[in-house]
């Protein structure tokens, strides 16, 4: 059943599907990682590609930016292509001074000061965690193909944090026992609509900004910066 935003039939997507907030990356991955991929979706140009990765079967799509965008797509997924699992594989600035560029963060829980949640389903909830079976398969993964990764909570926000005209109050306001390592923009929405509908969910991001040390990649570099958190989540599903 195709919706207003996915042109796909039922059973053109897999159970599993990597997900992706920038269309050319996924299209990349499909081209350079699936075996006989297929697009199954384009509509507003949010790619989907569906093939084989070593015999399993995979779906990869775009989720566009923020929670608003991936929780659409999430949504749908989940409640009319019967989707079992979710992996976002991201981008992520920090402004932390362990945490470098080009780190990877599989993400254990995603704080938001986002009124998501409540406006979404009546419930007051800032705080939710990916999947333990996800997460912890995303982490013993890394060890085997020998990347080193940081596990983690992330923080998830609805501003670009580049552009908020008083960022360090931003950051000193934010509870100082969940012990952030990275800021992406939609984890939350994902964990979150994973949790209510009884579905799996995980995140692994690269960092490609620093806040607290003025360091930025370019949009090229950010591109091909994906190679080991892609590995990293297509070697997990197997």
Do not use: W
């Not at 999947?131 to 909570?153: F, P």
């Not at 984890?187 to 995980?202: D, I, M, P, R, V």
């Not at 950010?222 to 958190?229: F, K, Q, V, W, Y």
């Amino acid at each position: 059943m195709a919706t207003a935003h996915n042109e796909a039939n039922v059973g053109d997507i897999a159970k599993i599907v990597l997900m992706s907030g920038d269309p050319l990356r996924i299209k990349y991955i499909a081209e350079n990682y699936l075996e006989d991929a297929k697009l199954v979706n384009s509509i507003r140009n949010i790619y989907a590609y569906t093939g084989t990765y070593k015999g399993k079967t995979v779906t990869v799509m775009a989720h566009g930016m923020g929670m608003p965008s991936i929780g659409i797509y999430v949504y749908e997924l989940f409640n009319y292509y019967g989707v079992e699992k979710i992996i976002r594989m991201g981008s992520a600035g920090t402004n932390f001074k362990d945490v470098n560029l080009l780190d990877l963060v599989i993400v254990d829980k995603s704080y938001t000061e986002s009124n998501y949640a409540y406006e979404y389903n009546n419930e007051y909830c800032h705080l939710v965690s990916s999947s333990y079976n996800v997460t912890n398969k995303l982490e013993e993964t890394a060890k085997r193909l020998g990347i080193n990764v940081i596990r983690g909570n992330v923080l998830c926000n609805d501003c670009f944090d580049a552009y908020m005209p008083d960022y360090d109050k931003f950051i000193n306001r934010l509870p100082k026992d969940l012990d952030l390592k990275a800021v992406d923009m939609e984890s939350f929405a994902l964990f979150y609509l994973a949790k209510l509908f009884n579905k799996e969910a995980g995140c692994i991001l690269t960092v490609v900004d620093s806040h607290i040390k003025k360091q930025e990649m370019t949009a090229e570099e950010r591109e091909s910066s994906s190679d080991n958190m892609t590995k990293i989540a297509l070697e997990s599903i197997l």
